[in-house]
Nanobody
Framework: QVQLVESGGGLVQAGDSLRLSCAASGGTFSSYAVAWFRQAPGKERDVVAAVTGSGGKTFYADSVEGRFTISRDNAESTVYLQMNSLTPEDTAWYYC???????????????????WGQGTQVTVFS
């Protein structure tokens, strides 16, 4: 079992950067694949980035490739999402999610994730 808490969201100007954090407690963190999802009003919830338990493999949605970086510090049981060159299209609620896995894999479907944080709001203005 694991509990997740996101932080780091806020109101920023287009072109600025934010770093979101997802702090986990409970369970063996390195045994969990972790993903970031986001949902804007009127839109479906989509995966933004994902990382394997070791941090050795990552995935990025096309819309954030080259701008966002997902990383994890298993010693601190924390996953980060560094977001650079933000645009108003990045405005959304951001959620981290975790699922226990075996090996260096991660799902991309939100239904595969067992544990979710409460979300943190990101608003980008121009």
């Amino acid at each position: 079992q694991v509990q997740l808490v996101e932080s780091g969201g806020g109101l920023v100007q287009a072109g600025d950067s934010l770093r979101l954090s997802c702090a986990a407690s409970g369970g063996t963190f390195s045994s969990y694949a972790v993903a970031w999802f986001r949902q804007a009003p009127g839109k479906e919830r989509d995966v933004v980035a994902a990382v394997t338990g070791s941090g050795g493999k990552t995935f990025y949605a096309d819309s954030v490739e080259g701008r966002f970086t997902i990383s994890r510090d298993n010693a601190e049981s924390t996953v980060y999402l560094q977001m650079n060159s933000l645009t108003p299209e990045d405005t959304a609620w951001y959620y981290c999610a975790a699922v226990p896995v075996h090996g260096e894999i991660f799902p991309l479907n939100q239904r595969s994730y067992d544990y979710w944080g409460q979300g943190t709001q990101v608003t980008v203005f121009s």
